[in-house]
């Protein structure tokens, strides 16, 4: 066999290298205007999404239930903060923030059926403090689930907390949509600096909100032309780690 040959038979038997990947989450389901792209619009849109589901409200486990039908996945959109008061003791979570936690947490776990994870809804006060993110990691582990820091703020130190818990977790790179600016030319903006971060890392997770006709429109159109790019676009459980 000569050199050439050998060659050929190895790059043949290497594995072939995963493109870029990207997990797009889409979070505040449950909670639709009349304004807003409706669900079903959402739920026949045939792209990998995560649908983060938000707590008590009427539709809650029937839009869960509808998402897995779908066939996307489901999370939990867990809301700490303006939902709930917390103490936000800086050394020590209190009793009463624990408390609260853990009935949220375990509303949720009934409410939204067949969760594989969760990620937070605003929270950007909460998700600064380490004492209370430390105990409601304790309180999440043993779920099995896992757990997406939605990053709105830079300071925030869920992702490190629960990793240091040894949840599978991953954090948010960006928002394809704010409540301000929320149009299809902003999306594909932000979309496109996440597919240059993972064409450089090899994956990123981004976060966007249904409410927005613009980010669905932006989605519909961008997601197969970059997957003709090769870019692999995944569920978010493909990321966390």
């Not at 979570?93 to 059926?113: F, H, I, N, Y």
């Not at 004492?131 to 689930?145: Q, V």
């Not at 992702?159 to 960006?174: P, V």
Request: with cysteine; glycine share 4%.
């Amino acid at each position: 066999m000569n050199y050439k040959t050998l060659a050929a038979l190895l790059l043949l038997a290497a594995p072939a290298c995963a493109g870029p990947r990207v997990a797009v989450v889409i979070d505040d389901f449950a909670l639709t205007y009349p304004k807003n792209p409706q669900d079903a619009e959402w739920m026949a849109f045939d792209a990998p999404l995560t649908f983060a589901v938000m707590p008590d409200y009427k539709i809650t486990t029937l839009t869960a239930k509808r998402a897995h039908e779908a066939g996307k996945e489901v999370i939990m959109h867990y809301p700490f903060d303006p939902y709930q008061r917390y103490d936000l003791n800086p050394t020590a979570a209190t009793p009463g923030d624990v408390e609260k936690a853990s009935k949220l947490l375990a509303r949720m776990l009934k409410q939204v059926p067949g969760a594989v994870g969760l990620n937070n809804h605003r929270s950007d006060r909460a998700t600064k403090n380490r004492p209370l993110m430390r105990a409601f990691m304790k309180l999440y582990k043993p779920t099995g689930l896992y757990f997406i820091d939605s990053k709105v703020s830079s300071k925030s130190v869920a992702y490190s907390e629960a990793k240091a818990a040894g949840i599978r977790t991953a954090e948010n790179f960006i928002f394809l949509d704010t409540a301000q600016v929320h149009t299809k030319p902003f999306c594909e903006k932000m979309l496109g600096r996440a597919i240059a971060h993972a064409r450089k890392y090899g994956s990123v997770l981004v976060i966007g909100h249904h409410y927005f006709h613009g980010t669905l429109d932006c989605l519909k159109e961008e997601m197969p032309r970059y997957t003709k790019e090769g870019i692999e676009f995944v569920k978010a459980s493909a990321l966390v780690k």
